[in-house]
């Protein structure tokens, strides 16, 4: 992997490290495997190989920080033999990649309840978080288990609880304090997020995060994505004008 400071042109013509968080909605795995009369499982296996490629030339295109949306807190409706395959790709995934990608200095954070994973899955997340805890480089934030209203819950009861053991007054709370709390705290909030397969929702990812967020929709099933469609996007996101709600002309607001 590169290093995460590709020199980016700004309008002082000074060359200034661009440091992007991508968040990844992977879609299509299914579809890819439909396609192919093929199990839906075997497009999420295809589906880790696409991540290794993404997580692998991410450096390459200015992004520091990428989060990748792999099971939602609705996910658990699938058929339990997709569920489990699922599991057993992220168990698979950083048993066999961990240790590179922590020489790599790559911090890995896994976002999402822990609460209903099963004891080794957990023990996966924790020893991945561990191994890892000390990297800054480059950030794979991995949701799992994940739902933004569950995560939003979450920050909430907490800020509850602290504010019946009068740790917290209500008018301390602010915007700052409330992302704090959410598990995307550490990380700056997306600034491109990206879904791939066509599809044009959300679906309960990084709701309160990508208040500012751009958007790009790739027509592209999630296991066939690769280094040249991620640079896409990312120089889809350039052309970009961002204004944080201020106005075309007047000064931006920085919204973090
Ligand atoms: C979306 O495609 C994909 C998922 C819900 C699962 C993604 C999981 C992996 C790629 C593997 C495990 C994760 C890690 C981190 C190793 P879909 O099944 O919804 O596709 P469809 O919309 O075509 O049915």
């Known amino acids: 992997m590169s290093v995460a400071e590709t020199p980016h042109k700004t309008s002082n013509d000074r060359a200034e490290p661009v440091q992007l968080h991508v968040a990844i909605v992977m879609d299509g795995n299914g579809r890819w495997a439909k396609r192919r009369g093929l199990p839906r499982t075997f497009g999420h296996t295809k589906g880790v190989e696409a991540i290794r490629r993404t997580v692998e030339s991410a ?129 700056p909030p997306p600034d491109l997020v990206i879904r791939t397969s066509g599809e044009q929702r959300l679906s309960n990812f990084l709701l309160w995060e990508s208040a500012y967020s751009e958007f790009v929709f790739q027509d592209v099933l999630w296991p066939d994505y690769g280094a040249k469609h991620l640079k896409a996007a990312v120089d889809e996101f350039h052309t970009r004008e961002r204004r944080f709600g201020g106005s075309e002309t007047g000064d931006i607001l920085a919204a973090g």
């Not at 066999?96 to 309840?113: H, Y």
């Open 59 to 187: 450096p390459d295109f200015g992004i520091r920080w990428l989060t990748l949306y792999a099971f939602s807190t609705e996910n658990w409706r699938r058929p339990a033999g997709e569920v489990s395959e699922v599991m057993r790709l992220m168990k698979s995934y950083v048993d066999s990649d961990l240790e590179q990608l922590a020489q790599s200095g790559v911090k890995v954070k896994i976002l999402g309840r822990r609460i209903g994973l099963t004891p080794d899955i957990a023990e996966i997340v924790a020893r991945a978080e561990a191994r890892t805890a000390q990297n800054d480089r480059f950030w794979l934030q991995v949701a799992f288990n994940y739902g933004a209203q569950a995560d939003i819950v979450d920050a909430a009861r907490g800020l509850m609880v602290a504010a019946v053991r009068g740790e917290l007054a209500p008018e301390q709370l602010s915007e700052t304090e409330f992302a704090a709390r959410l598990s995307t705290g550490g990380a």
